[in-house]
């Protein structure tokens, strides 16, 4: 019984390990159309607005791998800049991705933004409790 237990355990770690490597390793145009069929399903985009958000995804997805090639390797000042221009990509994306949506769409997205922020923050916090703790 104890061996299944390691064995499911071991599985499960494995999963989780693909599962988070899977987004490090796309490519912007890779991440651009994942992000843009997740907000299609959501919020059952037109044609033109799939094309649209497909373009401006792609653009803050170039823009953000460009932050990140030229954060490796960088001064920690450096890296707070970086930070602080992609934090100033990601509200243009999200204002560029709003004008392109219905009032009732728009109500909707800002919800799941929201819902991913609060997501963040709690991630977040619990890394930090677990440094705490483990330091303990």
Do not use: W
């Amino acid at each position: 019984m104890r061996k299944i237990f390691i064995l499911m355990l071991i599985a499960f770690s494995a999963f989780q390990l693909q599962a988070q490597q899977k987004g490090k390793d796309m490519s912007p145009e890779e991440r651009a159309e994942m992000q843009t069929s997740k907000l299609d399903e959501k919020l059952d985009l037109s044609d033109e607005q799939e094309t649209s958000i497909k373009a401006i995804n792609l653009q803050a997805n170039t823009d953000l791998q460009a932050l990140r090639e030229e954060a490796q390797g960088s001064e920690q000042n450096d890296r707070k800049a970086l930070l602080k221009q992609s934090r100033e990509i990601q509200q243009q994306r999200e204002s560029d991705i709003r004008a392109t949506l219905t009032e009732d769409q728009q109500v909707t997205y800002d919800e799941m933004i929201e819902k991913q922020k609060q997501n963040r923050r709690e991630k977040i916090k619990n890394r930090r409790n677990n440094r705490t703790d483990s330091s303990n």
